[in-house]
């Protein structure tokens, strides 16, 4: 199957500081991408849609100038805690969806510890 | 996107087959049925998925209601490496957001 890649697989970071999260579909064009983000012992919650070269459209209640998306590629998104605090540690995800499938395909997931 | 409903958690023995249940009562006619699985620490992955008839693949099998109100995800031979959350998803066209509900943990016990 397609593979997506996320890049940290886990980050450590200072309170008030901005991280930034990469997630590259490596052998498929993927026009659309996912950023989900879980909590332990719960599902994964959808936080935006990334399309290639437009603006994310945010889920009720996910703050854009905090979680800021950028889709310049058809193979790369980047998601970008921006002020990170404690409450922002999460399991950060991506999903993406190739031109040709009807299949969505996720990343490994990226771990963020906020101290 | 249809809501789906799932056991919370089940059990398996190992070796031994596993049906997996979800209901999507109200699923329309053009809605497809995804199956995926977690692994702890991991990013969901794909299982299978189907629209009206039954299919296979090396992973699974999905046997899909004749009503389509139903679905079961078959893992014919449960191994320790299949111990994970398990998440049923109805989705219109293919470039919908997938939304996750609760999925059913499943323990494979030797």
């Known amino acids: 199957g397609a593979v997506v890649s996320q890049h940290p697989s886990r980050v450590i970071c200072k309170s008030g500081t901005s991280v930034k999260i990469e997630c590259r579909s490596l052998d498929f064009q993927a026009t659309t991408m996912f950023w989900y983000r879980q909590f332990p012992k719960q599902s994964l919650m959808l936080m935006a849609t990334s399309n290639e070269g437009s603006k994310a459209t945010y889920e009720q209640g996910v703050e854009k100038d905090k979680f800021l998306i950028n889709h310049a590629s058809l193979t790369l998104s980047t998601l970008t805690v921006t002020s990170a605090h404690p409450e922002d540690s999460s399991f950060y995800i991506c999903?993406?969806?190739?031109?040709?499938?009807?299949?969505?395909?996720f990343g490994p997931g990226t771990r963020l510890t906020v101290l | 996107d249809a809501k789906t409903t799932q056991p919370n958690s089940m059990e398996s023995n190992e070796e031994e087959p596993v049906h997996l249940p979800c209901n999507h009562s109200?699923?329309?006619?053009?809605?497809?049925i995804h199956w995926y699985r977690q692994l702890p620490s991991q990013g969901p992955e794909y299982v299978i998925h189907g629209l009206t008839s039954n299919v296979n693949n090396r992973m699974a099998s999905l046997a899909i209601a004749e009503d389509r109100k139903s679905s079961t995800l078959i893992l014919h031979r449960a191994t320790l490496r299949d111990a994970a959350v398990y998440y049923c998803i109805s989705r219109g066209t293919s470039y919908d957001k997938v939304i996750f509900g609760p999925g059913t943990s499943l323990s494979v016990i030797p």
């Open positions: 999903s993406a969806k190739g031109t040709t499938t009807d299949t969505q395909y």
């Open positions: 109200t699923i329309s006619g053009t809605d497809y």
